[in-house]
């Protein structure tokens, strides 16, 4: 029996230093009394943010802990759980998912594990179950060890347009508007503290990604949902939290214009090679502009050719 003690701390003690690592990168800032944002490092999933490169947020009640996002993977969902602990005494009750890109959803086995119910769209599940073997793949490659004991674990409860959860005298709006970074994003408003959790509608400090899985057109449109909230306080899905004003720099007018500037490119007949030329150094102060704005004109030039 001690032989198998001694077996079995063996295997899982690199698991835990590693959760212990990453808990060093995740950064919490409250926005409200018993509400917070707790921000990822804004590189490439790795070894040591085991998938967590991305804002989470935690919403505490007196009858338990609301966490908005699980985590890149089941080591990342154990670090992000080493930071609330940090936070609050209570144990998470529920964990929403935001959409469908791994750290919104591949950590949900460890919290299912502590007795935690998952919550999320339908079209964030039906996305999350078409593209989580790439991302496993590719997780396998950018996280190495770090992804062991991570599984597809998806919602005990979804919904198509909206879904209000009451827990300790808290009301928590979960909506899904349109199809944004990925087909099911949603985003999570506290009324009564008029906090919002945008998940990937929302890249602050950083450009955002448009994705071939993306809806350009869709993203401007959620992000006027939330724009409508007027919200106090804005916690992205990428970046600190922020207000609405920095919110929409960032991210609507990174977007707008890049669709405005794609349109006249198209309509002067130009192709898809040519659209990584549309000039969009405005932007180029945003995180990750040199990686990523290229990409994004190519795939937003395959959306609107045929809009």
């Known amino acids: 029996m001690k032989r198998l003690f001694l077996i079995l701390a063996a295997l899982l003690l690199p698991l835990a230093a590693a959760a212990a690592v990453a808990a060093e990168g ?123 004991g991570t599984d597809p674990t998806y919602a005990d409860v979804t919904f198509d347009d909206s879904y209000t959860l009451t827990l300790g005298g808290r009301e928590i709006e979960i909506r899904h508007p349109a199809p944004a970074h990925t087909p099911g994003d949603s985003f999570v408003w506290l009324p009564k503290e008029r906090v919002v959790f945008t998940g990937d509608i929302v890249f602050v400090h950083r450009i955002l990604g448009v994705m071939d899985f993306s809806d350009s057109a869709g993203w401007l449109d959620a992000f006027d949902a939330v ?49 990584v030329d549309v000039d969009q150094s405005a932007y180029s102060h945003l995180d990750q502009f040199d990686a990523l704005a290229k990409r994004n004109a190519q795939a937003v030039f395959e959306q609107m050719e045929w809009e």
């Open 227 to 275: 724009a409508a909230l007027n919200p106090a306080h804005l916690v992205p899905g990428h970046g600190p939290a922020t207000d609405l004003a920095t919110a929409r720099a960032d991210t609507r007018d990174y977007l707008a214009n890049l669709r405005e500037k794609m349109r006249a490119h198209i309509d002067a007949g130009g192709d898809i090679i040519g659209a």
């Open 26 to 148: 995740l950064v919490p800032q409250q926005v409200a009394p018993g509400v917070w944002a707790i921000e990822g490092p804004m590189v490439q999933r790795d070894a040591q943010n085991l998938g967590n490169n991305a804002t989470f947020g935690l919403i505490e009640t007196s009858d338990g802990a609301v966490l908005v996002d699980p985590g890149g993977s089941y080591a990342g969902a154990k670090a992000l759980a080493e930071v609330v602990r940090g936070l609050t005494d209570q144990p998470v009750k529920y964990v929403i998912d935001t959409g469908g890109q791994d750290h919104r959803w591949l950590g949900n086995g460890y919290w299912k594990a502590q007795g935690a119910t998952i919550i999320a769209s339908a079209d964030a599940v039906a996305d999350q179950k078409e593209r989580g073997s790439m991302q496993l793949t590719m997780l396998a490659q950018l996280i190495g060890d770090g992804l062991k």
